[in-house]
């Protein structure tokens, strides 16, 4: 089992960057770079590249909306490049909010959105010739726009690899099934290993069903907080405002994909409960409702007989990249955590 981490340099970028090394030595697979409407992470990932040597780098993730499929793919071949052949696409639909709300982009049509950038980015990185006729799926240019000069071109550049890992992040059943169909990689949140194949078994056999011998078998990646100790139970309370951020507050009624989510792993009550005071401002208290269940499934925190146990599930349930965060006040202590989880998902 892979161990990735995510970045978070609430200290410094440049000073958690420098740390990396360190992370590389105590055996860490692979680092992820998110974006939302922080700094970009493109520039990041390219600052990493050029600091580390044998990490993994991943997007975690680009949204597939703020930027054109071609220029994806010109991105991704650019950090594959400058990374010796380390970088990992991953993309995903984001939000409404961050489309919508900061971006000024239209949220329509997500399945085929994300199918389409996985095609062009593969035919941009063979070096095919890519002509846009004045459509995307998703963004048709209105009638009469355009000026019909548009003519095929390929990458001037030869890509470091013809087919650079995608990994789609994705929890709705069919964007799930499109992943299992299409990318190397899925990366769902708040990942319940015992609940996973009720949820998603359905959606990932239908797209394995129609997928390409050629991309392999699909690494699943489960994300989880990290902390291993005998007194450690108390930090569990830190999942429940990011759980009740997306739960209650990441879309309007009806439309907030993470609550759908928490419906179908049966909290329906809860959800509805949290929702209702996240939306009406009653932030704290909808973080009181989130189901400690869903918080201690859906982290390795505990001992380390606990750990072990939630390991076995996971591997048990087919994941095979876990993206952790260790969860430790000094950078040691952090290190000494990547260590541990390494041993023991080796």
Same mark, same amino acid.
């Given at each position: 089992?892979?161990?990735?981490?995510?970045?978070?340099?609430?200290?410094?970028?440049?000073?958690?960057?420098?740390?990396?090394?360190?992370?590389?030595?105590?055996?860490?697979?692979?680092?992820?770079?998110?974006?939302?409407?922080?700094?970009?992470?493109?520039?990041?990932?390219?600052?990493?590249?050029?600091?580390?040597?044998?990490?993994?780098?991943?997007?975690?993730?680009?949204?597939?909306?703020?930027?054109?499929?071609?220029?994806?793919?010109?991105?991704?071949?650019?950090?594959?490049?400058?990374?010796?052949?380390?970088?990992?696409?991953?993309?995903?639909?984001?939000?409404?909010?961050?489309?919508?709300?900061?971006?000024?982009?239209?949220?329509?049509?997500?399945?085929?959105?994300?199918?389409?950038?996985?095609?062009?980015?593969?035919?941009?990185?063979?070096?095919?010739?890519?002509?846009?006729?004045?459509?995307?799926?998703?963004?048709?240019?209105?009638?009469?726009?355009?000026?019909?000069?548009?003519?095929?071109?390929?990458?001037?550049?030869?890509?470091?690899?013809?087919?650079?890992?995608?990994?789609?992040?994705?929890?709705?059943?069919?964007?799930?099934?499109?992943?299992?169909?299409?990318?190397?990689?899925?990366?769902?949140?708040?990942?319940?290993?015992?609940?996973?194949?009720?949820?998603?078994?359905?959606?990932?056999?239908?797209?394995? $069903? @129609? #997928?390409?011998?050629?991309?392999? !078998?699909?690494?699943? /990646?489960?994300?989880?907080? =990290? &902390?291993?100790?005998? *007194?450690?139970?108390?930090?569990?309370?830190?999942?429940?405002?990011?759980?009740?951020?997306?739960?209650?507050?990441?879309?309007?009624?009806?439309?907030?994909?993470?609550?759908?989510? $928490? @419906? #179908?792993?049966?909290?329906?009550? !809860?959800?509805?409960? /949290?929702?209702?005071?996240? =939306? &009406?401002?009653?932030? *704290?208290?909808?973080?009181?409702?989130?189901?400690?269940?869903?918080?201690?499934?859906?982290?390795?925190?505990?001992?380390?007989?606990?750990?072990?146990?939630?390991?076995?599930?996971?591997?048990?349930?087919?994941?095979?990249?876990?993206?952790?965060?260790?969860?430790?006040?000094?950078?040691?202590?952090?290190?000494?955590?990547?260590?541990?989880?390494?041993?023991?998902?080796?």
């Amino acid at each position: 089992m892979r161990i990735g981490m995510a970045l978070n340099y609430a200290g410094g970028f440049k000073e958690t960057v420098a740390e990396l090394a360190d992370y590389e030595r105590a055996g860490l697979d692979i680092v992820f770079v998110a974006e939302a409407y922080s700094f970009d992470a493109v520039s990041q990932m390219g600052y990493i590249a050029a600091r580390t040597e044998r990490l993994q780098i991943a997007s975690g993730i680009l949204p597939i909306y703020s930027r054109t499929p071609a220029l994806l793919a010109m991105t991704a071949a650019g950090l594959d490049y400058v990374s010796d052949g380390r970088f990992t696409l991953g993309i995903g639909a984001s939000g409404p909010q961050v489309i919508e709300g900061f971006h000024g982009v239209p949220y329509t049509a997500p399945l085929g959105r994300t199918r389409e950038v996985i095609e062009i980015c593969r035919k941009v990185w063979r070096r095919e010739k890519l002509e846009h006729q004045g459509r995307h799926y998703t963004m048709p240019l209105p009638e009469g726009q355009g000026t019909g000069l548009g003519k095929p071109l390929k990458l001037i550049n030869h890509p470091v690899r013809p087919r650079i890992p995608i990994v789609v992040a994705a929890i709705g059943p069919k964007n799930v099934e499109l992943a299992a169909e299409l990318a190397e990689g899925w990366e769902p949140i708040f990942y319940v290993p015992e609940k996973a194949a009720d949820v998603w078994g359905g959606a990932l056999a239908a797209g394995r $069903a @129609r #997928r390409d011998t050629e991309l392999g !078998e699909l690494d699943v /990646i489960a994300q989880a907080p =990290l &902390a291993i100790g005998d *007194d450690v139970s108390g930090l569990l309370e830190f999942g429940r405002p990011m759980a009740a951020l997306y739960i209650g507050g990441m879309g309007a009624k009806g439309r907030n994909f993470y609550n759908d989510l $928490a @419906r #179908r792993y049966g909290y329906e009550k !809860e959800a509805e409960l /949290i929702q209702d005071l996240y =939306l &009406a401002g009653r932030k *704290d208290e909808a973080a009181a409702q989130v189901p400690l269940e869903l918080i201690e499934k859906t982290a390795l925190i505990g001992s380390e007989g606990f750990v072990r146990e939630r390991l076995a599930a996971l591997r048990e349930s087919g994941v095979t990249t876990l993206n952790v965060t260790p969860m430790a006040g000094t950078h040691r202590d952090r290190l000494a955590l990547i260590e541990k989880i390494k041993n023991l998902a080796s």
